[in-house]
């Protein structure tokens, strides 16, 4: 389970995030909107202790990460995978090694690291490409390859940062698909930050509208024609699924 | 004014958490092997060429600049100890750690900012590697050791071309240019040297994956990053040649 309590971040002057508060259960999965430039990557990575917050705690199984030492975090991270929004593949790595280095940190047999590797790319559409270079791939490659990266060690906690955006539909779509089988696995619990409102519904079982540095309204995805606050109802219309 | 202090003193700062964590990380230094050799090769190759290519050049000069030093009131027979003596103490290492900062130190500055800016090290962190200890300590230690092997390197071809410039135009024989180096050679001329060389290599590597490691964001970021890491890993080897000139030879 994972619980954010009063959430505070500053840059300078900018107050990105004043005060969230979310929690989520264990195989929910749940789906950040916000406008761009809205804190979401901000709050996301602080999920995964890449930020360190002004003030408030991030308990991850009841465990105020925002307080561990390097190592300790680094166990927690274990349990986590995820997705940048520009797929942040390692240049110098082949797309094989960029998807077996969560497997070598944790020791997995060559024969292992082989099998899965393979089983991960065929998930997401990418057979064959092992020995490329994340230079040699397009935008849309290196997503998915990024994707394969997060899922290839099986864990219980996956960030995904705006997945879809900048794809066509099509390979957009096709992630969405993945992202919602992943999320049905068990004992996955996915949090999935995006402004793609269709993708949202289709993959989560609950949105929840980031704004103005706080969560506005959470709502279960397959009642949002009753969402409250006129800002999600804003961007629900603008999605098009409300008139 | 203010503002440039306190990034200053910031930037120092932090540069030190870095070391500190590089030293802390030395415990796992089986983990990192792979990069570890990658580092060695990429710090030793890129500027190899460039090392002996200038030392040659160093060699010649310095053959013409002794003879016209001591022309009038010393034999040339001297020659190959004068030249031999500052290229390892001095030129040797001071001449070898510049070209390296700025190929060497330039590029780790470029690869690592470019690491930061598209988040290739967050990434590494949220696998739960350590970016430190995979990306900083390798770089270090490469330093520390490609740096005396290519001052052996440059110490060796400045001489060898002193002494082949000095054949040729100053009529000094092969064997009168090697008895000199021989008759008055102490071994702290050629390991105060490396010392110094180690030194620099160390310098380089620190404070060139600094500047790459901290970069701000943006591709300007990156530019400016690499500027810094040439400047000050230059500016830095000078002030330590001073230094360590005077506690090893003053
Ligand atoms: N490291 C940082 N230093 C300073 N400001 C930052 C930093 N990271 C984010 N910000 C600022 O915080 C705000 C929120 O950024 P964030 O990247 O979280 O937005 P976002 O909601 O993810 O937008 P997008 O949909 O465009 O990705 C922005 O104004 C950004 O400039
Ligand atoms: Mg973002």
């Known amino acids: ?30 789906a950040i909107l916000g406008k761009s430039g809205e804190g979401k990557s901000v709050f996301l990575k602080h999920i995964i202790g ?56 944790r020791a997995f047999s060559e024969r292992e690291i082989k099998d899965r590797v393979k089983e991960a790319l065929s998930l997401v559409d990418l057979d064959g490409i092992e020995e490329l270079y994340p230079a040699a791939l397009s935008g849309g490659m290196k997503k998915r390859v990024g994707l394969a990266r997060a899922i290839v060690s099986k864990p219980r906690y996956l ?9 066509d539909v099509i390979t957009a779509w096709r992630i969405n698909k993945l992202i919602k089988k992943i999320n049905k696995m068990e004992g996955t619990t996915g949090i999935l930050v995006t ?3 269709r993708g949202a519904l289709y993959t989560s079982d609950k949105i929840a509208l980031l704004s103005d540095g706080v969560i506005v309204e959470i709502i279960e995805s397959s009642r949002y024609k009753e969402a409250k606050t006129e800002k999600l109802r804003e961007f629900l219309e603008a999605g098009g699924f409300l008139d | 004014m203010l503002k440039y202090l306190y990034l200053a003193a910031r930037g120092t700062g932090q540069a030190f958490i ?20 990658e580092q060695l090769e990429f710090f030793g190759t890129r500027s190899l060429f460039l090392v002996a290519l200038a030392s040659s050049f160093v060699g010649m000069v310095s053959s013409v600049q002794t003879a ?36 060497v130190g330039a590029g ?16 590494l962190e949220t696998l739960g590697i350590d970016s430190i200890r995979h990306l900083i300590l390798p770089r270090l230690l490469a330093g520390i050791i490609m740096m005396p092997l290519l001052v052996v390197l440059a110490d060796f071809v400045s001489i060898m ?31 105060g040297g490396l010392l110094k060389s180690v030194a620099f290599g160390f310098l380089i590597a620190f404070v060139s994956s600094s500047f790459g490691y901290y970069a701000k964001e943006g591709a300007k970021g990156v530019g400016i990053a690499t500027t810094q890491a040439v400047m000050y890993s230059s500016l830095f080897v000078l002030m330590a040649d001073y230094i360590l000139g005077v506690i090893l030879y003053g």
């Open chain 2, 161 to 191: 071309s002193s002494a082949i410039v000095s054949a040729l135009y100053l009529d000094i024989p092969f064997s009168t240019f090697f008895s000199g180096i021989r008759m008055y050679f102490y071994p702290i001329d050629l390991f």
């Open chain 1, 1 to 30: 389970m994972i619980e954010v309590i009063n959430l505070k971040k500053r840059f300078g002057e900018k107050e990105v995030l004043k005060g969230v508060n979310l929690t989520i259960e264990d195989g929910e999965d749940i």
């Open chain 1, 195 to 197: 402004h793609d409102i």
């Open chain 2, 18 to 37: 870095l070391l500190w964590d590089s030293i802390l990380s030395l415990r796992e230094l089986r983990k990192i092997k792979r990069p570890f050799v």
């Open chain 1, 159 to 167: 960030l995904y940062d705006e997945p879809t955006t900048g794809l």
């Open chain 2, 108 to 123: 780790m500055a470029a690869e690592l900012g470019t690491m930061r800016i598209t988040e290739q090290i967050d990434a």
């Open chain 2, 68 to 103: 016209y030093q001591i022309k009038d009131y010393a034999p040339l027979d001297l020659l190959g100890m004068g030249v031999a003596k500052v290229v390892m103490m001095e030129l040797g290492p001071v001449i070898t750690a510049l070209i390296v900062a700025g190929r």
């Open chain 1, 50 to 105: 890449l930020l360190k917050p002004d003030e408030g705690s991030v308990l991850v199984d009841g465990i105020d990460i925002t307080k561990l030492s390097k190592r300790e975090l680094y166990q927690i991270r274990r349990s986590f995978s995820y997705v940048f929004q520009g797929a942040a593949l390692f240049d110098s790595l082949t797309v094989f090694e960029n998807i077996a280095l969560p497997l070598r940190e």
